[in-house]
């Protein structure tokens, strides 16, 4: 039996890339195979798509229901992806001691946290393309621009919403990550202005919530998507929580 | 800031497995985390393998393997699942196939970590911290919570990698852990470490040293042992029923001990006689720590 040990190649990492993609894919599918994960990244997201595409409440706003709703529940899975469920995800892997240990092979904490956003970008890559697809048999048809633009603010809200997951699962304890992050997502969807237009509510409302990154993502979507221009405001506002958020997480995150 | 460990120095050699022993809460797993760079150190200096693991390379990393008190496993994962996935962090890792079959993990590898058993879980963890083949490694308690025969199993397989030349840095709260695998022992209490040598040595360098003893027998319960005790000899109860004689035991006393059951018409359903264990040597440090009143404050290191 020692020829596992005395006669085996010397001990080495594999290739940076390598280690991060391996580490992206089993995230990735971690993250799919869990059916809690599955209901808040595809089916309430869905549901909601269907919900405003039925009922008039967004009648009124100048487009049609559904090119406003899509927007908005686009952004709606970047925060059930990257906050929520990443946030869950990581606070319980502190708990049981799985970032330590992969922190202490070649992964290392850099590829831990890049697998980890890769694993984000995949499952969002799954939840745009299932949302656009039903929002597409609903009758939406947006502008090429408008969808170039809006993948880049969703990939920009996903690294905000990874930071600010991270940041909460590696600061306090995973019970209270799974509280933060589920009750943040339901806020944050009726009231953050993410889904809805905060404008639908009150001009006073709106003036706060634009400054949420949920705010900022929603305006941002909604202004590449249904008119094919990016909303300065909403970006800067969105780069300076990303930022925030990172420096944050980078200073307080707590491998154990 | 609470210092949790301090004047704590140690080497490890390859072909060689050092034992950190103590009990729990000693300061051994921390201790190893500072060493393995899993936890960052105030103070002192720590060079493994030619580096600080403070700020280890991936090199460092995979030339390391850790095996941590908790597992560290995802409980939602299955085990060859995971073993498959680490390997792949490595170059040319060891065969997931052979290292499954080494350590019985076959009979359970579609089973969710959640669902396995401690001793389980153990075995999955040694195998996760071996599949790079690494020329260090750290082991955190890896006989805890084994049933008889896994433990033969994981200490035959630590011996194999000893021999292979491997350094072994292990903590154990277990005596026999240490007196039965160690090549070289620290014991640590309360963040310090108290004395250090190999088995032999430490046993030798005992007080009571070479003429130590310790005699046990079973028999019936609250027996009066005062007879059996004189200077320099010590007979307590230790559970009903167990009764513990040592110090410096002549073959006198055995034959006092002879007479003094056949006065109290007693027949032990058993007797032992050893040396002074490496139990002895720690009890005797640990007693002499807490009657000298000792309080910890320094760095880690």
């Not at chain 1, 990303?242 to 944050?248: E, N, P, S, V």
Request: charged share 15%; with cysteine.
């Amino acid at each position: 039996m020692s020829i596992f040990f005395s006669d085996a190649p010397r001990a080495a990492p594999a290739s940076l890339g390598r280690r991060v993609l391996s580490q992206g894919r089993y995230e990735a599918a971690a993250m799919l195979s869990n059916g809690e994960q599955l209901v808040l990244m595809i089916v309430m997201p869905l549901l909601g798509l269907i919900a405003l595409a039925v009922t008039p409440i967004l009648d009124g706003m100048g487009d049609s229901r559904i090119n406003i709703a899509t927007p908005g529940i686009l952004a709606l899975s970047a925060l059930s992806t990257a906050f929520t469920g990443q946030g869950i995800a990581t606070g319980f892997d502190r708990r049981y001691g799985v970032l330590r240990f992969m922190s202490s092979t070649p992964l290392g904490k850099g590829g831990l946290i890049a697998g980890k956003v890769i694993a984000v970008l995949v499952a969002l890559s799954i939840q745009v393309l299932i949302i656009s697809v039903v929002a597409g048999f609903l009758g939406w048809r947006p502008s090429g621009v408008g969808i170039v633009l809006g993948l880049l603010f969703l990939i920009l809200g996903a690294g905000t919403f990874t930071a600010l997951g991270l940041l909460i699962a590696g600061t306090v304890r995973p019970e209270a990550t799974l509280a933060i992050t589920n009750l943040g997502w339901i806020l944050l969807a009726a009231l953050g202005g993410i889904v809805l237009p905060a404008q639908k509510f009150s001009d006073t409302m709106a003036g706060i919530v634009e400054w949420l990154p949920s705010g900022a993502l929603g305006n941002a979507m909604r202004a590449a998507l249904l008119e094919g221009r990016i909303d300065i405001f909403a970006t800067v506002i969105l780069c300076a929580w990303a930022a925030a958020g990172t420096m944050a997480a980078v200073k307080w995150f707590k491998w154990n | 800031m609470k210092r949790i460990i301090s004047n704590i120095s140690l080497q490890a050699n390859f072909g060689q497995v050092t034992a950190l022993l103590g009990a729990n809460g000693a300061g051994k797993t921390t201790t190893i985390e500072c060493a393995q760079g899993l936890q960052n150190r105030t103070d002192g200096s720590i060079t493994l393998l030619g580096e600080d693991p403070q700020n280890a390379s991936a090199t460092l990393r995979a030339r390391v393997g850790v095996m941590l008190q908790d597992g560290g496993l995802p409980p939602a994962a299955r085990p060859v699942a995971l073993l498959r996935h680490v390997a792949s962090l490595y170059s040319h890792p060891l065969s997931v196939d052979a290292l499954v079959d080494r350590l019985g993990i076959g009979e359970f590898s579609n089973t969710t970590i959640r669902r396995l058993s401690g001793g389980q879980k153990q075995r999955v963890a040694l195998a996760a911290s071996l599949l790079g083949n690494p020329e260090v490694l750290f082991l955190d308690e890896p006989s805890a919570g084994l049933d008889p025969q896994s433990r033969l199993m994981v200490f035959e397989l630590i011996r194999e990698l000893r021999d292979a030349g491997k350094a072994i840095v292990l903590t154990t709260h277990l005596l026999d852990d240490a007196q039965r695998l160690a090549d070289y022992v620290y014991i640590v209490d309360k963040g310090e470490s108290v004395t250090q040598g190999t088995v032999p040595e430490l046993l030798s360098e005992s007080t009571s040293a070479q003429s130590h003893r310790v005699m046990t027998f079973e028999a019936k319960p609250g027996l009066d042992t005062a007879a059996l005790s004189r200077s320099g000899i010590t007979c307590e109860q230790t559970r009903p029923g167990s009764y513990r004689m040592s110090g410096s035991l002549e073959p006198a006393d055995l034959e006092h001990f002879g007479q003094w059951c056949a006065a109290q018409a007693v027949m032990p359903t058993s007797v032992h006689l050893a040396s002074q264990s490496l139990e002895d040597v720690f009890l005797a440090i640990a007693g002499a720590q807490e009657q000298s009143g000792l309080t910890v404050e320094g760095n880690k290191q």
